[in-house]
């Protein structure tokens, strides 16, 4: 399991980490504080792209997506006092 964040209190987005392809599965969790989280792909590492509603979480979440090879990242966004999220593919 590839790790995004552990605890995150701001916005921003993580290092990225390569893909392989094929299916996996999104995990976020901790306390949003309403801040959301969603993950991201990218061809190149410089442009990306918002996977899709499926893997953008406003509250704990776990979905699955299917993508060929590429870069992926999570970006918080809206980060605010109470914010802590953990999230992993």
């Known amino acids: ?21 094929g299916t996996g599965t999104f995990w976020a969790w901790g306390d949003f504080g309403g801040a959301s989280v969603a ?8 442009t990306w792209f918002a996977v899709g ?3 953008h979480f406003t509250e704990k979440g776990v979905a699955a ?3 060929g090879p590429c870069r992926l990242r999570a970006t918080i966004a809206g980060a605010g006092e109470g914010t802590s999220i953990s ?3």
């Open 1 to 21: 399991m590839s790790r995004f964040f552990d605890e995150a209190a701001e916005s921003g987005s993580s290092a990225p980490v390569e893909w392989q392809g």
């Open 39 to 46: 993950l991201e792909a990218s061809p190149d590492g410089d």
């Open 87 to 89: 999230a992993r593919i």
């Open 65 to 67: 997506f299917a993508l």
């Open 53 to 55: 509603e499926a893997v």
